[in-house]
């Protein structure tokens, strides 16, 4: 069973600092995508990582693909509230079932 | 664009009825859906991939009897959630899988049902 471990679980930090969440796998992706959401609303698709190394920045969130494609990280720069959610990230099975593993998700909190 | 909707977004219904939950891509078409359940402060559990004009595909340890699925055309999927019990209270939400830039299967969300039963 492909699992994708995220750490931390939760973070809790004020505005204005900086943070990396980690998503780790023993398995290979043909593509990883990172959401965010919010509580009871579904998630909402932040960015779609498909090459491996690849990095790419959405404004204050840069995020990179690991080279074997088994590993991402979400660095965020200069924390805001309105960055405060639940961040999941999600791989694409290589089997062409277009089925997600998702990860076990980072509670983000920031205090302005 | 790619907005998936969802309704109702919320439910409350007695114990031992059934429930039906629609899920639509409004801007593309999706063969291929997907219904995820949501515990509190858990991540997503995906439940089963619905494929239109075939019988959707369960995750083990999903009751597909309980849970039926119907994907009647390219933009609408349905979860039936039938003789609900509390246990089945939960958020639920799908996802229809839209090909990105040629090559890349994306999923996007809808905003997902709040389902209670009493």
């Known amino acids: 069973t492909q699992l994708l471990e995220q750490s931390p679980q939760f973070l809790s930090i004020q505005e204005g600092e900086n943070l990396t969440v980690y998503c780790n796998s023993s398995?290979?992706?043909?593509?990883l995508q990172w959401y965010r959401q919010e509580p009871g609303e579904g998630p909402v698709l932040l960015v779609t990582?498909?090459?491996?190394?690849e990095v790419k920045k959405l404004k204050r969130l840069t995020f990179q693909f690991g080279d074997a494609r088994k590993d991402s990280s979400l660095h965020i720069t200069a924390a805001q509230p309105g960055d405060t959610g639940l961040y999941l990230c999600a791989g694409a099975e290589t089997s062409g079932t277009y089925k997600y593993i998702f990860g076990t998700g980072t509670r983000l909190k920031v205090l302005a | 664009g790619a907005v998936v909707s969802q309704h109702p977004s919320r439910v409350i219904c007695k114990s031992g009825t059934s429930v039906k939950i629609e899920c639509r891509s409004l801007?593309?078409?999706?063969?291929?859906m997907f219904w995820y359940r949501q515990f509190p402060k858990k991540s997503l559990m995906l439940m089963a991939t619905s494929n239109e004009g075939s019988k959707a595909t369960y995750e083990q340890g999903v009751e597909k009897d309980k849970f039926l699925i119907n994907h009647a055309s390219l933009t609408l999927s349905t979860l039936t959630v039938t003789s609900a019990h509390p246990e089945d209270s939960s958020f639920y939400i799908c996802?229809?899988?839209?090909?990105?830039?040629?090559?890349?299967?994306?999923?996007?969300f809808g905003p997902g049902t709040r389902l209670t039963v009493l």
């Open positions: 398995s290979v992706f043909s593509s």
């Open positions: 801007d593309f078409q999706a063969t291929t």
């Open positions: 990582v498909v090459t491996g190394g």
């Open positions: 996802s229809a899988s839209k090909l990105d830039r040629g090559f890349t299967d994306t999923q996007y």
